[in-house]
């Protein structure tokens, strides 16, 4: 290839024109670029175009790093991604063509990388392995400055949408993240609700029958409740369930969960916990309601507790653990409330 006359701003990657047009460049002022300033890597193993061609990319306004070699190129985009890849086709050590698809693998993990191969090869069986390859354009040298720019602001405009698809998409994963955790909290009392506590429960139950860990459940129902709303009216009936909600919370450990099981009542699981030592947990938990002191027609207000430690020889599903714990709830109940009675496997 001969190098073209800089009077058609024009200049060879190899030959005696570089030094013209690089000269030509410096002289010019810095462009400011459309689309935003790009980091371009220039790989190519001739020093003459590839100095020369940063010069370019410089003074058209943009930042600009080299490379000699493609294994080079790649160990520089593995440390810091580039958002244009001008390459040879032909390099030392790795091809333009591995490279190119190298680049291409690595775009799911990480932001858009344009590449364009810029080689002395204008056939049309190299311009469709580029393409194959992943390239996103193809240009022959030698190279003009003014066609430079233009596929430069080409590359900043596709990379534009890209960021902006990019963008959107993480806000839908975001609001998506948020919609999920919303529909398993219990607006009213901030905990999980129904929804959450199934799904918990069956990757509990998978646990259990797995490996064999201990769980408990605790049911904790507010004493008197529907007389409390009658005296006092919901609005303050509300606020109690989010009190209750917040203490309950407050005396456990981290890894329990709790959940809103329905109108005032409320569910403990407590993971690695015998029955004996649920039961004392519990009894913390409800001398924490009862020091709350919120008056109730009956003094303050109080909660009955049941526990049941989940026995896979007595439950065959889940749905028996939680009736075990509820009748242990409603002997709690029976015996006079503000209380916690167990649920003997045996």
Same mark, same amino acid.
């Given at each position: 290839?001969?190098?073209? /006359?800089? *009077?058609?701003?024009?200049?060879?990657?190899?030959?005696?024109? +570089?030094?013209?047009? &690089? &000269?030509?460049?410096?002289?010019?002022?810095?462009?400011?670029?459309?689309?935003?300033?790009?980091?371009?890597?220039?790989?190519?193993?001739?020093?003459?175009?590839?100095?020369?061609?940063?010069?370019?990319?410089?003074?058209?306004?943009?930042?600009?790093?080299?490379?000699?070699?493609?294994?080079? *190129?790649?160990?520089?985009?593995?440390?810091?991604?580039?958002?244009?890849?001008?390459?040879?086709?032909?390099?030392?050590?790795?091809?333009?063509?591995?490279?190119?698809?190298?680049?291409? *693998?690595?775009?799911?993990?990480?932001?858009?990388?344009?590449?364009?191969?810029?080689?002395? !090869?204008?056939?049309?069986? +190299?311009?469709?392995?580029?393409?194959? *390859?992943?390239?996103?354009?193809? +240009?022959?040298?030698?190279?003009?400055?003014?066609?430079?720019?233009?596929?430069?602001?080409?590359?900043?405009?596709?990379?534009?949408?890209?960021?902006? =698809?990019?963008?959107?998409?993480?806000?839908?994963?975001?609001?998506?993240? $948020?919609?999920?955790?919303?529909?398993?909290?219990?607006?009213?009392?901030?905990?999980? $609700?129904?929804?959450?506590?199934?799904?918990?429960?069956?990757?509990?139950?998978?646990?259990?029958?797995?490996?064999?860990?201990?769980?408990?459940?605790?049911?904790?129902?507010?004493?008197? !409740?529907?007389?409390?709303?009658?005296?006092?009216?919901?609005?303050?009936?509300?606020?109690?369930?989010?009190?209750?909600?917040? &203490?309950?919370?407050?005396?456990?450990?981290?890894?329990?969960?709790?959940?809103? !099981?329905?109108?005032? @009542? !409320?569910?403990?699981?407590?993971?690695?916990?015998?029955? %004996?030592?649920?039961?004392?947990?519990?009894?913390?938990?409800?001398?924490?309601? @009862?020091? =709350?002191?919120?008056?109730? /027609?009956?003094?303050?207000?109080?909660? %009955?507790?049941?526990?049941?430690?989940?026995?896979?020889?007595?439950?065959?599903?889940?749905?028996?653990?939680?009736?075990?714990?509820?009748?242990?709830?409603?002997?709690?109940?029976?015996?006079?409330?503000?209380?916690?009675?167990?649920?003997?496997?045996?």
């Amino acid at each position: 290839m001969g190098s073209a /006359p800089y *009077a058609h701003k024009a200049f060879a990657l190899a030959g005696p024109s +570089h030094a013209e047009a &690089a &000269a030509e460049a410096r002289d010019k002022p810095m462009a400011e670029p459309r689309y935003g300033r790009l980091s371009v890597l220039v790989v190519d193993g001739d020093s003459l175009s590839r100095i020369g061609l940063q010069q370019a990319v410089e003074q058209l306004g943009h930042d600009c790093r080299t490379a000699k070699d493609g294994l080079e *190129a790649w160990e520089m985009l593995q440390a810091e991604r580039a958002d244009v890849v001008l390459s040879d086709w032909s390099l030392p050590r790795m091809g333009g063509v591995e490279l190119c698809r190298r680049v291409r *693998a690595a775009d799911g993990d990480g932001p858009y990388t344009y590449f364009i191969f810029m080689t002395g !090869f204008d056939d049309r069986e +190299h311009f469709l392995r580029g393409m194959e *390859a992943g390239a996103d354009d193809y +240009h022959t040298k030698p190279v003009d400055i003014e066609e430079l720019e233009a596929r430069l602001v080409s590359a900043g405009r596709v990379l534009s949408l890209y960021r902006k =698809l990019a963008d959107k998409n993480q806000q839908l994963r975001r609001d998506s993240q $948020n919609s999920f955790h919303a529909a398993r909290v219990d607006p009213l009392t901030g905990v999980a $609700n129904r929804l959450r506590m199934d799904e918990d429960l069956e990757v509990l139950w998978s646990r259990a029958q797995r490996y064999g860990h201990p769980f408990a459940a605790a049911l904790c129902d507010i004493d008197e !409740f529907k007389k409390y709303n009658d005296r006092h009216g919901h609005v303050a009936g509300d606020e109690v369930l989010r009190r209750v909600a917040q &203490a309950i919370r407050k005396g456990l450990r981290q890894g329990d969960a709790l959940y809103r !099981f329905g109108g005032e @009542e !409320f569910l403990v699981i407590l993971p690695e916990q015998s029955l %004996s030592e649920a039961v004392r947990a519990m009894h913390r938990v409800r001398g924490a309601i @009862e020091l =709350l002191g919120i008056p109730s /027609p009956e003094g303050v207000l109080t909660i %009955s507790v049941g526990v049941a430690e989940l026995d896979l020889a007595l439950d065959r599903t889940l749905k028996d653990w939680l009736r075990r714990t509820d009748a242990a709830l409603y002997q709690a109940k029976e015996g006079g409330r503000n209380r916690v009675e167990s649920c003997s496997s045996r």
